[in-house]
């Protein structure tokens, strides 16, 4: 709990750049109840464990943030969908239970919110910075959870007939991105961890056999993916990995779904992209903080 609500406070571009305040959060905290959300500039208290700290005011706040709440804050009438029509139209079971804010912030991609096909606005400059943060070319957000940017990437990289060498037990939407990209899997049984009677990451070795079997075999290998962290946690050797891949000129793709946070301290396992990874997907909803099926797709700069 403590650990989501830190990061998940860090995690906003701004804030984390400019003034890190995860350790404000303590768990059990008693946390107050901002009095007038919609209008941060004219109530910026919120007591954490009896102490005022300052909430960020709207220039401070993150690209996309700033956009939504300016856009709330228009009280436009909406011809336009979701149906809920800014929460007007809202089921009342549901706006007991959340209220009406969620449905006021919930738009799709009006002109002043950017556009998701060609972005030049907070879109942008959102992707951008989260590009830094996570020491990525370019990043997308994406909103079909890290199985679209699985489905993204293994279609990028491969053409029908192609080979795409991957792990036995690959995330069911790895399965679907072969099947859609018309690729050929070549697959690597990951070796049992007989101590916790669980599957283990990928080995270089094996990675480096299943490209020269490939090779025998007259296969073009078009894309190595693999999973880093597992469900359970194992991490790969993603530097041997992709260092392998790369002196035959072979793309690595890292399934990073549950490696999101590993970019913010410093015990844990360095991110797929900072191993070599050319292509990371990370489920920012699962180990981060934001909404369900949010996630991220980072392509490296070095390829
Ligand atoms: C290893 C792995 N990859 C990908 C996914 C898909 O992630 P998402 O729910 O963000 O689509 C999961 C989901 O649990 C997963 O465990």
Redesign the pocket.
Known sequence: MSLSLSIGDGWSFCRLRKTPTANLYVPGAKIGIHKNVNHLEEDTTTIINDKPITVPTSSDLPPLVRALKASAERNAVAFHFPGHKRGEAAPSSMTQLIGKKPFLHDFTDLSELDSFYCSNGPLLEATKLAAELFGAKETWFLV????CG?QAAIMATCSPGDTIILPRNA?I?ATTGVIFSGAVPKYINPEHNTDWDIASGVTPAQVSSAIKESEMEGRKVAAVFV?SP??NGICSNVSEISKICHSQGIPLIV?E??GAHFKFHPEMPKTALDQGADISIQ?T??VLCSFS?S?MLHISGKR
């Open positions: 079909g959870g890290t199985s699985v995330h939407s999973t597992t469900y399934d779904a549950h489920s909803h699962k099926q996630s």
